[in-house]
């Protein structure tokens, strides 16, 4: 199956398109490490990948992160991939961030944890290959706690992974600014459309919050 995958939920901006078989075969990738600005670069990117590629014939689907992210990157890379799916007329599969983070890796007992803020990781725990648990928004001492039994052999994957290496001793550490665009041809080869939908993932409430009254309007009398 030949895809194309857009990431830019996290530190990377990425577009790739590769044929799935066995594993992925890179047919033209672009990942650039980037904090913001992802909406002024996808575009360029993906035209590079494409035009290594040699086009977009022969993609049967794309896939795109859907969160945990920020908020911004997150509807940039939605945006995109449900424009360009519209256009081809290809089905657009959202691919879980944490999960991608995990299949980044080869380790089978595997966390992956991107840094919140405000004393909170977004997690998700693999053991044996076995997610454990859905994806959550957790306090740096709950994820501790959780982290038990991650030792030598285990990984931990994501940019929330520094702020936990004290609880798993002995674990790889990979401070991955975002997801290996190979793991996303991956998932989105295997993912289900149906159960898959583009829609941003968000693990905890927003930082802004809309204003309690319009531009010129009187504030409310105190009682």
């Known amino acids: 199956m030949r895809v194309m995958v857009i990431d830019t939920a996290l530190g990377l901006c990425s577009a790739g398109i590769f044929d799935v078989d066995a594993r992925p075969n890179p047919l033209g990738v672009r990942s650039v490490e980037m904090a913001k600005g992802h909406q002024e670069r996808l575009g360029g990117l993906a035209r590079e990948a494409m035009t290594e590629a040699g086009g977009l014939d022969g993609v049967e689907r794309i896939g795109v992160t859907v969160g945990p992210g920020s908020f911004t990157g997150l509807r940039v890379g939605l945006a995109f991939a449900q424009g360009l799916g519209a256009a081809l007329g290809r089905p657009v599969v959202g691919i879980s ?39 959550e928004a957790l306090s740096l001492e709950t994820a501790r706690e959780r982290l038990a039994g991650f030792g030598p052999g285990a990984a931990l994957v994501g940019s929330g992974a520094a702020l936990l290496d004290d609880a798993a001793v002995g674990a790889a550490i990979l401070g991955l600014a975002g997801p290996a665009p190979d793991a996303l041809a991956r998932l989105t080869a295997a993912a289900d459309p149906a159960a898959a939908p583009p829609r941003p993932l968000y693990l905890r409430a927003p930082d802004a919050t809309p204003p309690s009254r319009l531009p010129g309007q009187a504030r409310p009398a105190r009682s």
Do not use: C, H, N
Not at 103 to 132: C, I, K, M, N
């Open 97 to 135: 961030t944490l999960d991608a983070l995990a299949a980044s890796t080869d380790a089978r007992d595997v966390a992956a944890l991107v840094d919140a803020r405000r004393g909170q990781v977004y997690a998700r725990f693999w053991r044996a290959g076995a997610a454990d648990g859905p994806p």
